[in-house]
């Protein structure tokens, strides 16, 4: 995920943001130890030995390898989300501690899991490119390999007929699989809170083919996107701001 930063504090502010996880018992204490524990060769299968904090995309909590512990993480208060830039690769997000742009996606796969948070997006294709590969494979390329059926799968993108996006179901999702429609209806709530618009179309959920974003998630309001805010004529931004205040007319 990231290395630490400055605000996070000092190795005392840090240690007490630690804890042990005995579901997972990576420990070199025999009394927590489920399996071995070596900081070396956790570096050596995370190939990054810059990183400090690590997410576990099949429970989706953050870890601290230390040296004879993998502990759980746990954010200071007032932590805020950091950015992850879209790239035209296959990307792994972990939308609890990232926030991305949905506007900033063309055309790709994705696979979300609600109970983890963890977000799968497959590679991006040109728009007249060959479409190869699967969300099985996107699966197993982010070195996932169970819970398949706990992922909402589909396809998002931005662009043409769809200025304001598209998110499509595949599988289409059936409202009366109510636990597959659970986990599209909070898919779509965090695609809401990462770039979504209220005019986003929603496709192949429930028994309408498309539906904007806004018939589902009813707390998104019709108003128009901060984007289509800042396209607003200059001399109409400043007739707005020369009106009077409700303060103002009272003194007057």
């Known amino acids: 995920m990231r290395r630490f930063e400055k605000g996070e504090g ?3 502010a840090l240690s007490k943001r630690l804890e042990s996880d005995p579901p997972v018992g990576l420990s070199e204490y025999k009394e927590r130890q489920k399996f071995p524990y070596s900081y070396d060769e956790f570096y050596k299968a995370a190939t990054n030995p810059n990183y400090d904090i690590f997410c576990c995309v099949e429970n989706g909590k953050s870890y601290v390898p230390a040296t004879r512990e993998l502990f759980v993480y746990h954010n200071p208060s007032g932590y805020s989300k950091r950015e992850a830039r879209i790239i035209q690769n296959r990307m792994l997000i972990d939308t609890k501690n990232q926030r991305f742009d949905m506007q900033q996606i063309d055309n790709r796969r994705f696979m979300f899991n609600p109970q983890t948070g963890i977000l799968l997006l497959g590679m991006q294709y040109k728009p007249s490119g060959k479409i190869y590969g699967s969300h099985a494979e996107d699966l ?4 996932i390999h169970s819970g ?3 992922y909402v799968r589909g396809w998002v993108g931005t ?4 200025p304001h996006g598209v998110i499509h179901f595949a599988p289409n999702v059936d409202d009366r699989n109510t636990a597959l429609f659970d986990r599209a209806f909070k898919a779509l709530d965090m695609f809401s809170q990462n770039g979504a618009e209220a005019q986003t179309v929603v ?3 429930g028994k309408r083919w498309e539906q904007p974003l806004f018939s589902v998630l009813t707390s998104l309001e019709t108003k128009p996107s901060i984007y ?8 109409q931004q400043s007739i707005r701001h020369n009106q009077p205040t409700k303060k103002k007319e009272t003194e007057i």
């Open 10 to 12: 000092d190795f005392f």
């Open 140 to 143: 197993s390329n982010a070195r």
């Open 148 to 150: 398949y059926d706990d």
């Open 159 to 162: 662009g043409k007929e769809y």
């Open 203 to 205: 496709r192949a959920l």
């Open 228 to 235: 289509e805010q800042l396209k607003q004529k200059p001399e």
